[in-house]
Nanobody, 120 residues
C-alpha cells in the first residue's frame, strides 16, 4: 500500500531555511514523478515543485522559484524540499504527492502533511 510520510516542518523566522522530507513506501518510487504541494489558511492547495523520476528535471511555482529546491534520493525512497529565504506567505501545510496515471484518469496519494510556519 502506498504510504507517504512528511517530516521536517516547524517554526522558522523570515529569511530562514527548512528542509522537508517525504519518506515513500509501497510502490516503485524510482519510476514516478514526485511533487510537493502546500495549502495555506483560507487558500486552495497549490503545486510547489515537481521532480522527474531520475531527478533530471524540476519545476517550481513562480512564488518559490529561486528559493526552493526539490530533490530526491531513489536509494532511500525519499523526496526533499529545501526551502530558503522563507517568507511569511510560505506558511502552509506542505504535502508530498504521488499521481498515478490510470488510463485516462489518475489517482492521487498524499501524506499527512507537515506544518511550516514562518513568523517573527
Amino acid at each position: 500500500q502506498v504510504q507517504l510520510v512528511e517530516s521536517g516542518g516547524g517554526l522558522v523566522q523570515p529569511g530562514g531555511s527548512l528542509r522537508l522530507s517525504c519518506a515513500a513506501s509501497g510502490f516503485a518510487f524510482s519510476t514516478y514523478v514526485m511533487r510537493w504541494y502546500r495549502q495555506a489558511p483560507g487558500k486552495e492547495r497549490e503545486l510547489v515543485a515537481a521532480i522527474t523520476s531520475a531527478g533530471s528535471s524540476t519545476n517550481y511555482a513562480d512564488s518559490v522559484e529561486g528559493r526552493f529546491t526539490i530533490s530526491r534520493d531513489n536509494t532511500k525512497n525519499t523526496v526533499y524540499l529545501q526551502m530558503n529565504s522563507l517568507k511569511p506567505e510560505d506558511t502552509a501545510v506542505y504535502y508530498c504527492n504521488l499521481r498515478n496515471l490510470v488510463g485516462l484518469d489518475f489517482s492521487d496519494y498524499w501524506g499527512q502533511g507537515t506544518q511550516v510556519t514562518v513568523s517573527s
